[in-house]
C-alpha cells in the first residue's frame, strides 16, 4: 500500500472548496500526514492560456450555451445539457449531460488500452494518473474516491479490467467526456446517506495492502483518507479526533474501530454530550473522550502540561 502513496503539500480540496463552511479559527487545523493515490512523478506543465471561463475544482463553468470542467489547471468542455423531467412530467429545473448513444463495450476497452501497464492487463499508478489527468482531476480528490467506489475498486491507484469495464458499465459512459458527464450525478449519490455509509466502509478496504495480509490501516494512511472521504461533510470533531490519534502516536486503525466512528461522530456531537460511557464503543473512543475531558479541565486550570505529558501506550486499535 505504501508503494501507491506519495505525499504533497495539499492533497485534498478544503471543504471550502467543496462547498463547505469555510473554517476561521487557525487554531483548529492539524498538521496530518499527506496522500495521493498515485506515486507517479509529478510532471511541471507550462501554465494554461489566460481563460474568461473563472477556474473551480470539482467544478462546471457555463458561460452561455458551453459548459467546461475544470480542476484548476485546465479546462475541458462538457457534452451539451439537456433537461430532464420529473415523474410528473414537470421540469425538475436540474441540468444533466447526456451522452449520444448507446455505451459501447468495444469502446470501454479501447479506453481501459489507453491507460493499462505494458507487462500487466490492470491500470497500474501511472496509468491511473494518466486517467486523471484525462478526467481533468487531482488522483487526490474526493471524485476519485466516489469513481473508484462506483467501479469497485479493490487497490488503491489500481483498476483491473474488469473493473474499470463493469464501472463504466455502470456509469453508462465509454469516453472520458462520458465519464466527466457523470461527476454531478456521481456527487449528487455521495450525498445520499445510506450511499455515502457504503461509501465510508469502502474506504477502509480500498487503503488496505491486502497483497500484505494488512487487517489495520496504518494511522499515517487511515488519517488522510478520514479528510478524504469526509470532503463534503466534516463531522464537528474530526479535527480533534486526528490530533488525539497523532498525539498519543495510535499506529493502526481497525476495521470496527473505522466503521464505527462513522456512528460515534453522529451521536456524541461536537461537545460530547451525546457520549455514554456505557455503550459498547472501542477502547479507543472513550480513550479519545477522557482525552478531551482532560485537555478541557487543563485549559479551564490554565495549565495543559498534565494532558500534553499523557501518552497511550503504542498499539493497533
Same mark, same amino acid.
Given at each position: 500500500?505504501?508503494?501507491?502513496?506519495?505525499?504533497?503539500?495539499?492533497?485534498?480540496?478544503?471543504?471550502?472548496?467543496?462547498?463547505?463552511?469555510?473554517?476561521?479559527?487557525?487554531?483548529?487545523?492539524?498538521?496530518?500526514?499527506?496522500?495521493?493515490?498515485?506515486?507517479?512523478?509529478?510532471?511541471?506543465?507550462?501554465?494554461?492560456?489566460?481563460?474568461?471561463?473563472?477556474?473551480?475544482?470539482?467544478?462546471?463553468?457555463?458561460? *452561455?450555451?458551453?459548459? +467546461?470542467?475544470?480542476?484548476?489547471?485546465?479546462?475541458?468542455?462538457?457534452?451539451?445539457?439537456?433537461?430532464?423531467?420529473?415523474?410528473?412530467?414537470?421540469?425538475?429545473?436540474?441540468?444533466?449531460?447526456?451522452?449520444?448513444?448507446?455505451?459501447?463495450?468495444?469502446?470501454?476497452?479501447?479506453?481501459?488500452?489507453? +491507460?493499462?501497464?505494458?507487462?500487466?492487463?490492470?491500470?497500474?499508478?501511472?496509468?491511473?494518473?494518466?486517467?486523471?489527468?484525462?478526467?481533468?482531476?487531482?488522483?487526490?480528490?474526493?471524485?476519485?474516491?466516489?469513481?473508484?467506489?462506483?467501479?469497485?475498486?479493490?487497490?488503491?491507484?489500481?483498476?483491473?479490467?474488469?473493473?474499470?469495464?463493469?464501472?463504466?458499465?455502470? !456509469?453508462?459512459?465509454?469516453?472520458?467526456?462520458?465519464?466527466?458527464?457523470?461527476?454531478?450525478?456521481? !456527487?449528487?449519490?455521495?450525498?445520499?446517506?445510506?450511499?455515502?455509509?457504503? !461509501? +465510508?466502509?469502502?474506504?477502509?478496504?480500498?487503503?488496505?495492502? !491486502?497483497?500484505?495480509?494488512?487487517?489495520?490501516?496504518?494511522? $499515517?494512511?487511515?488519517?488522510?483518507?478520514?479528510?478524504?472521504?469526509?470532503?463534503?461533510?466534516?463531522?464537528?470533531?474530526?479535527?480533534?479526533?486526528?490530533?488525539?490519534?497523532?498525539?498519543?502516536?495510535?499506529?493502526?486503525?481497525?476495521?470496527?474501530?473505522?466503521?464505527?466512528?462513522?456512528?460515534?461522530?453522529?451521536?456524541?456531537?461536537?461537545?460530547?454530550? *451525546?457520549?455514554?460511557?456505557?455503550?459498547?464503543?472501542?477502547?479507543?473512543? $472513550?480513550?479519545?473522550?477522557? +482525552?478531551?475531558?482532560?485537555?478541557?479541565?487543563?485549559?479551564?486550570?490554565?495549565?495543559?502540561?498534565?494532558?500534553?505529558?499523557?501518552?497511550?501506550?503504542?498499539?493497533?486499535?
Amino acid at each position: 500500500m505504501g508503494k501507491c502513496l506519495s505525499s504533497c503539500a495539499d492533497p485534498t480540496p478544503s471543504a471550502e472548496q467543496n462547498g463547505g463552511p469555510k473554517s476561521t479559527d487557525p487554531s483548529q487545523t492539524v498538521a496530518y500526514p499527506a496522500t495521493s493515490l498515485t506515486t507517479v512523478p509529478t510532471h511541471h506543465h507550462p501554465p494554461p492560456p489566460p481563460s474568461h471561463h473563472p477556474q473551480q475544482s470539482l467544478g462546471s463553468v457555463r458561460s *452561455g450555451r458551453t459548459d +467546461y470542467y475544470s480542476n484548476g489547471s485546465h479546462t475541458t468542455k462538457l457534452p451539451p445539457t439537456v433537461q430532464r423531467k420529473t415523474s410528473n412530467g414537470l421540469d425538475s429545473g436540474r441540468r444533466s449531460y447526456m451522452p449520444k448513444g448507446d455505451i459501447s463495450e468495444s469502446k470501454i476497452n479501447r479506453l481501459f488500452e489507453q +491507460y493499462k501497464d505494458e507487462s500487466e492487463d490492470c491500470i497500474l499508478a501511472e496509468g491511473t494518473e494518466k486517467f486523471c489527468q484525462d478526467l481533468c482531476v487531482d488522483p487526490a480528490e474526493f471524485i476519485v474516491l466516489v469513481l473508484a467506489w462506483k467501479f469497485q475498486a479493490v487497490t488503491m491507484c489500481q483498476f483491473t479490467r474488469k473493473e474499470f469495464v463493469d464501472g463504466c458499465k455502470a !456509469l453508462k459512459a465509454d469516453s472520458i467526456r462520458g465519464i466527466q458527464a457523470k461527476f454531478p450525478d456521481l !456527487l449528487e449519490e455521495a450525498q445520499n446517506e445510506s450511499k455515502f455509509k457504503d !461509501l +465510508y466502509r469502502f474506504t477502509f478496504t480500498f487503503g488496505l495492502d !491486502l497483497e500484505g495480509g494488512q487487517r489495520s490501516l496504518p494511522c $499515517d494512511i487511515a488519517i488522510p483518507l478520514w479528510k478524504l472521504v469526509f470532503t463534503n461533510k466534516e463531522p464537528p470533531i474530526l479535527e480533534r479526533w486526528i490530533q488525539f490519534l497523532l498525539d498519543n502516536q495510535i499506529r493502526g486503525i481497525s476495521k470496527d474501530t473505522w466503521n464505527m466512528f462513522l456512528n460515534f461522530t453522529e451521536v456524541v456531537g461536537a461537545d460530547f454530550t *451525546g457520549y455514554d460511557d456505557n455503550e459498547a464503543w472501542p477502547s479507543l473512543f $472513550d480513550d479519545f473522550v477522557e +482525552y478531551e475531558m482532560e485537555k478541557e479541565k487543563a485549559k479551564e486550570s490554565g495549565s495543559e502540561e498534565r494532558t500534553q505529558e499523557r501518552n497511550l501506550p503504542v498499539y493497533y486499535y
